[in-house]
């Protein structure tokens, strides 16, 4: 199926950016909705963000809107998340996963994941 690698994590000071990347080296993620989810610990999976296969619409977690942005790079076949302004409430496992072109679909394939710690 589907083989996506996430890549970009690690630690940053609040304030701080980083750009997640997830790559797609045998599927071509032209027929796929690709999201990045995250987990805390003791917290429930959250989705932040997602962009469709057809039209490129993305859509964001309140918690992330303004700071976080999500794109897609065709030749590169791979979709990236740069976060700004980065709090300590980011701080989370981040996964991407893809779906069948719509974000509303159920998203079948997933990553590893990828650390994101904001601490001082």
């Known amino acids: 199926q589907m083989q996506l690698v996430e890549s970009g994590g690690g630690l940053v000071q609040p304030g701080g950016s980083l750009r997640l990347s997830c790559a797609a080296s045998?599927?071509?993620?032209?027929?796929?909705?690709i999201a990045w989810f995250r987990q805390a610990p003791g917290k429930e999976r959250e989705r932040v963000s997602c962009i469709a296969s057809s039209d490129g619409s993305t859509s964001y977690a309140d918690s992330v809107k303004g700071r976080f942005t999500i794109s897609r790079d065709n030749a590169d076949n791979a979709v990236y998340l740069q976060m700004n302004n980065l709090k300590p409430e980011d701080t989370a496992v981040y996964y991407c996963?893809?779906?069948?072109?719509?974000?509303?679909?159920?998203?079948?394939?997933w990553g590893q994941g990828t650390q994101v710690t904001v601490s001082s």
């Open positions: 045998r599927f071509t993620l032209d027929f796929y909705a």
């Open positions: 996963a893809a779906a069948f072109r719509l974000c509303s679909n159920d998203f079948t394939s």
